[in-house]
């Protein structure tokens, strides 16, 4: 049960989905830009942009937010067990440090990123993207909301997410 009350049924509307409905002029921008990081151009694929999120999100403990994003990656062709390129791998190491803090992403992170082939391009959206879940799951941690246990209900969301992607709430 959240920490405070979202007027939605959790079970439904569990983790940020929630709290986007409780406060529609912040969850709005949000959903925006949850789409733009996660499906809009970018020269990473929606796969490995998912599976980015969920590796920060498992990084910052976030339950909902790793199953979320990991079902979504996995149905996007980067399920948990993918294989990863020494490029993606650089790149996680570089959310990884940007989860941690901005300042903990080094000159000598971003030359093996590029020594891997990432373009300043994919590095600009990895660090975006860890940054955003960052701040993603603390939301979603910091206000006690519910993520269920079923993996079935991340892998109905993963589909709908496919579809139609991050949309507002109505």
Known sequence: MA?????????REPGIR???????STGK??????????????????????YIAAYVSSLNDCAYCTGS????????????D??????LRSLLAVASATASGGHAVTPALIADARSTGATDLEIHDTV????????FN????????????????????????????YLPPS
């Open 82 to 87: 993918a294989p990863v390129t020494d490029k």
């Open 29 to 50: 921008p949000l959903s925006d830009l949850a789409e733009a990081l996660l499906r809009g151009d970018s020269p990473l694929t929606r796969g490995e942009r998912e």
């Open 18 to 24: 929630g709290l986007l409905r409780y406060r529609p």
């Open 69 to 80: 994003h990991g079902a979504v990656a996995a149905a996007e062709g980067m399920p948990a």
């Open 128 to 135: 975006l993207i860890a940054a955003a879940f960052s701040m």
């Open 138 to 165: 603390r939301y979603v941690d910091g206000l006690g909301t519910t993520a269920p246990d079923n993996p079935r209900a991340y892998e109905l969301g993963a589909a709908h997410i496919v579809k139609r992607g």
């Open 3 to 11: 920490y405070i009350d979202l007027g939605v049924d959790e079970t």
